[in-house]
C-alpha cells in the first residue's frame, strides 16, 4: 500500500514506468 502512495507522490512524468516496474517487482 505504501508503494502506490509514493509513486502518487511523484511526477506525473514518469510514474508510469516506476509503477510498471514496482508491479513486477510485486507480481513476481
Same mark, same amino acid.
Given at each position: 500500500?505504501? %508503494?502506490?502512495?509514493?509513486? =502518487?507522490? %511523484?511526477? +506525473?512524468?514518469?510514474?508510469?514506468? =516506476?509503477? +510498471?516496474? %514496482? ?6
Amino acid at each position: 500500500m505504501s %508503494l502506490q502512495i509514493g509513486i =502518487v507522490g %511523484l511526477p +506525473n512524468v514518469g510514474k508510469s514506468t =516506476v509503477f +510498471n516496474a %514496482l508491479t513486477k517487482a510485486g507480481a513476481t
